[in-house]
């Protein structure tokens, strides 16, 4: 059988632990071994739970199946992870091991030159002429740092120059050591002519820090790297370096495991470090060695539809998954980041399962690709860990390279992916590690999908938002601890951002409120691709808002990733016609928290600032257009607001008590083309001073509608309207209108936000203006911002609309359920109707009614429409009876034949409420358990219901004086099965009547 070697790594598409990949696997599959590389996708992180989950792949190691083992020791950064492999080998491997880069006792290992590359960067540098260098390197400890610092010194020495004081520094190998070193070398007086750096890092943040204060690279001080990374190859100012020759050390590593196993010496290490010459050192431009990157497909990441790419679907595809073949089905259907590859193995934990203790026994080959007799998908293809993959242990035909990498949510772990290629080398893409954690986080969903969805509480108390996957504004609340040791971690300071996409209530009305969902979770996996990598805390609040949380990293660099989430947001296009760009707006705080609220004020503070943001923008003469873009738009706006070219839609706003339509909200919509969002026609009319006209127009042109149509005479119906704080109008300019005011008879609602602010005076003068119009008011958006219960005593409206805010995802989040649980007391408590706006779902819809809202609005009862709708549609309309029957413990059968008893107790049925309109099943059965006599509900039968009800086991209440009441035209025909206990009499009224049948018993107890 063809001989294998497990190579553990840290980071397998970092760019030295590729090329070092590259090299030892080439040289091994040349000589017919399989190399099986196991990796993490960090070398490091920043949490114990990530730590562990990521480096549970290593548990997957079968010691027995390979001859070598080659540990990258020195890309195994996480702390325990390393000392752990070694005692695992220890005590379950006998064959040979090479450790590269780290000298472990009682084991062969091999080190990188970091010597001679070092030498030849100073005396490229000495040849410039320069006599006052200074030196930067790394970690005090590291072994890297001591030789190139000893390289430096040596060389200095051997060219008779003198390091003089403050010319040594340690770093960490990072940006932000360079930059630190820069301000010591300016605070000093005296600026080196040259400084050398032991990583291209650490010399860019070098750079950054001087060009920032006016010091020229390289006329004023001159540079030099090492490591030769792309970063540093394409700086504005190209950072000389060294090529470390990682692809021969991975070769050498390649050959002293042959010869090891050989029973062999190790060769001789003697690599050829080439340079590379920038511009930081001062070399002109004809001796630059440029290197130009090149693809080796002409595939590109667009066309290849790489996670990558914009046009990318596969992170709502996948997050909106709701079972585990729905889940295997759509990894198959985007395997864009895996193509390079000849094969491709997603394995899951038996039972689809997070384990802590990493893999299960048995597992399942769920995606299998380019296998000799074709690609398989499914659920029932097990084999058993030890084997590693489905015929690995029987040998394949070509000697194959294999990355497996794992799957894990936290510290839990549900599987693993293979990458196999067949007889070549072929790197780990970028891409795959963020199309993997897209997986990974879309298995944890599915998973809590399923383990809520068989307990019967679907979604609650998850913490994860249901459109987006990611962690909410609970999850936000509860992981506060966690994030103050993440920021503790990286150094104490900590940046807050805050996005809101900006137009998504404009793409929610013209388009539809799934094309906005969509846009949402496409800006969604752009947060993801930006920041995930970074060991952010990423969350979504709702109604298009996100927030991070980033510590151990550069003001500028954050505000680089935020900047490049708003570019790529502007990338997408919104709906069929794909001609909406979508904006992103976001602001940033930065601070030091040490406990809970200062992180809270940190966060909110970047928020306000945000919403600060938004509202200048729409209220400033530009607002994300160019100048002359702006001034077409507003010169559009003085035109329609000239010839008063507005329509209106009415959204229906629903009773929650029987579903009937209480009232309609106005929503303008401007007669343009191309149409322009009502918020940019506020923006531009008060740039033009004539919001007021947008007052007095909106009122005139919904009354003339109501009037027109009768509205209010003939339903009783009330209407909503948008008011502008500061634009109402005068008696006098009401006065038009004043008939149809006076047959309103007070059923118009002027709806005020609540980040209106008004004074008391403001407040008591409006009170007087709703008066005289006979008018009544609303508190609009209540819920955003910094809300108060208490600020509803100012306002004392007659209803408070609930944000969509707080009701989006509200059946998954604690947090939302006590905040909305709590306007709704109050505001009962002071006579106020409480509305829920925004409603989107079935989900939403009974929790706000369960919590007891008065009143529902939104795209899930009804959507808007120029026409007044009568009735919404009929099956919402009985959804909504049936959650407000509930929330009142009433229970109408009729939907199904069979009534389980226990099951209505459960769930607080007081009253079964029997009425003959709401009825599928006329005949129905309720069912009860033997010998349980505590008591259950009474039962009401009314609306002149005629028709038979078995009752098994069953025991009715007489709380109120009766167990049955049967009223005026009905009849009834109880047939008794099993023992029946009535807790009071049966009440007839009218001429209602019943009888009794069957062979069962019915006992009526006073």
């Given amino acids: 059988m063809r001989k294998r070697v497990a190579v553990l790594a840290g980071q397998p598409e970092e760019y030295l632990q590729a090329l070092f990949i590259k090299g030892l696997s080439e040289t091994l599959l040349e000589k017919d071994f399989d190399v099986c590389v196991f990796a993490m996708y960090q070398k490091f992180q920043n949490s114990p739970d990530r730590a562990k989950g990521e480096s549970s792949i290593y548990d997957l190691v079968d010691y027995k199946a390979f001859d070598a083992i080659c540990i990258m020791g020195d890309s195994i950064q996480t702390p325990g992870v390393l000392e752990n492999l070694i005692k695992n080998i220890n005590e379950k491997f006998s064959g040979t091991v090479v450790i590269a880069e780290k000298d472990v006792p009682g084991y062969a290992h091999v080190l990188q030159d970091n010597y001679s590359p070092e030498k030849k960067i100073i005396e490229h540098m000495i040849e410039h002429g320069y006599k006052d260098i200074a030196f930067l390197t790394g970690k005090s400890w590291h072994p890297h740092s001591k030789i190139r610092l000893k390289a430096f010194l040596d060389t200095m020495a051997e060219h008779g120059l003198e390091v003089g004081e403050n010319r040594v520094f340690y770093g960490d190998f990072w940006y932000s050591s360079g930059e630190l070193t820069a301000k010591r070398l300016m605070d000093s007086g005296k600026l080196p002519e040259a400084v050398a750096c032991a990583n291209d890092c650490m010399a860019i943040g070098l750079a950054k820090a001087f060009t920032n204060a006016g010091i020229r690279i390289p006329e004023d001080v001159a540079i030099a790297g090492y490591d030769c990374s792309e970063e540093g190859r394409r700086a504005p100012v190209s950072i000389t370096s060294v090529h470390m020759p990682q692809e021969e050390f991975g070769k050498h590593a390649a050959d002293a495991i042959l010869a090891l196993m050989e029973g062999k010496e190790i060769p001789e290490y003697r690599p050829d470090a080439k340079l590379f010459i920038g511009k930081s050192c001062g070399c002109q431009e004809d001796k630059l060695s440029h290197v130009l990157d090149v693809r080796n497909s002409w595939e590109t990441e667009i066309s290849g539809g790489s996670v990558k790419s914009i046009f990318n679907e596969f992170y709502e595809d996948i997050m909106s998954v709701t079972s585990p073949i729905e889940f295997i089905n759509t990894v198959y259907a985007n395997l864009t980041d895996a193509d390079n590859f000849d094969g491709f193995k997603l394995c899951l934990n038996d039972g689809f399962e997070f384990r802590e203790n990493s893999f299960s026994t048995r597992m399942i080959a769920a995606v299998s690709t380019g296998d000799e007799d074709g690609d398989r998908i499914g659920l029932d293809n097990y084999f058993i860990k030890e084997e590693m993959l489905p015929g690995f242990k029987d040998g394949w035909k070509m000697p194959s390279l294999v990355y497996f990498l794992p799957l894990r949510y936290g510290s839990k772990n549900f599987g693993f992916t293979a990458l196999i290629s067949r007889g070549r080398y072929e790197p780990v893409k970028e891409g795959y590690r963020i199309w993997a954690r897209l997986v990974m986080c879309a298995g944890e969903v599915l998973i809590q999908r399923m383990q809520n969805s068989l307990s019967g509480t679907m979604g609650q108390g998850t913490g994860l938002d249901s459109l ?81 949380v980033m510590s151990g990293v550069d003001g500028r660099e954050f505000e680089g990733m935020c900047a490049d989430v708003v570019e790529r947001a502007e990338g997408i296009r919104a709906g069929a016609g794909k001609d909406k760009v979508v904006e992103v707006c976001n602001s940033i705080e930065s601070g030091s928290p040490t406990d809970g609220e200062s992180l809270e004020r940190l966060i909110n503070v970047a928020i306000s600032r945000k919403n600060g943001l938004i509202f200048s923008l729409y209220n400033a003469p530009k607002g994300g257009h160019s100048l002359s873009e702006d001034m077409r738009l507003t010169g559009r706006v003085r035109e329609l607001l000239d010839h008063n070219r507005f329509d209106y839609h009415f959204q229906p706003i629903v009773k929650v008590e029987d579903g009937s339509v209480f009232a309609y909200e106005a929503l303008m919509r401007p007669k343009a083309d191309p149409y322009i969002a009502p918020p940019e026609v506020i923006r531009c009319a008060k740039f033009l001073g004539r919001l007021h006209d947008v007052e007095k127009i909106t009122f005139f042109n919904v009354l003339e509608r109501v009037n027109k149509e009768q509205l209010f005479a003939d339903s009783g119906r009330k209407v909503f309207i948008n008011s502008i704080p500061g634009q109402e109008l005068t008696m006098d300019e009401l006065k038009p209108v004043e008939t149809v005011f006076r047959e309103t008879g007070g059923r118009m609602v002027v709806e005020l936000t609540e980040q209106a602010e008004l004074s008391d005076e403001e407040l008591e003068k409006l009170r007087a203006f709703y008066a005289k119009i006979g008018a009544q008011s609303a508190v609009d958006d209540y819920g955003t911002g910094y809300s108060n219960i208490t600020n509803l005593l100012r306002y004392m409206p007659d209803y408070v609309k609930i944000d969509r805010a ?98 209505l107790k459960s769930e607080g049925v007081k009253h079964i409420h029997v009425m003959r309109k709401e009825m599928t099943f006329i005949d129905f059965t309720i069912v009860g358990l033997p010998e349980v006599l505590h008591r259950g509900p009474d039962m009401v039968i009314s609306n002149g219901y005629h028709g038979s009800i078995t009752i098994d086991n069953c025991v009715f209440g007489g709380g109120d004086g009766f167990s049955v009441r049967i009223e005026n035209g009905c009849t009834v025909n109880f047939i008794k099965k099993g023992h029946n206990v009535f807790y009071g009499p049966i009440k007839l009224e009218g001429d209602a009547s019943y009888t009794i049948e069957g062979d069962g018993t019915v006992e009526i107890r006073e």
């Fill in 806 to 903: 707080l009701i989006s995802g509200i059946e998954n989040s604690s947090q939302k359920k006590h905040f909305v649980r709590e306007i709704i007391t109050f505001s009962h408590e002071n006579g106020i109707k409480a509305l829920a706006e925004g409603v989107e779902t079935s989900e939403e819809l009974k929790e706000v009614i369960m919590l007891g809202v008065d009143l529902i609005q939104g795209y899930y009862t009804a959507k808007p429409s120029y026409e007044f709708i009568d009735e919404i549609d009929r099956s919402i309309r009985e959804e909504v009876i049936t959650y407000y029957n509930a929330r009142n413990g009433i229970y109408v059968p009729g939907r199904e034949a069979r009534v389980i008893l226990t099951k």
């Fill in 468 to 548: 987006t996957g990611l962690p909410d504004y609970t999850a936000l609340l509860n992981q506060s601890e966690d994030i103050l040791k993440y920021i503790a971690a990286g150094g104490g300071k900590a940046y807050a951002a805050a996005f809101e996409i900006r137009n998504l209530s404009a793409i929610n009305e013209q388009q539809g409120r799934s094309v906005g969902s969509n846009v949402i979770k496409s800006v969604s996996a752009i947060m993801l691709q930006v920041f995930a990598e970074a060991a952010a805390y990423l969350f979504y609040t709702g109604n298009g808002e996100f927030v991070v």
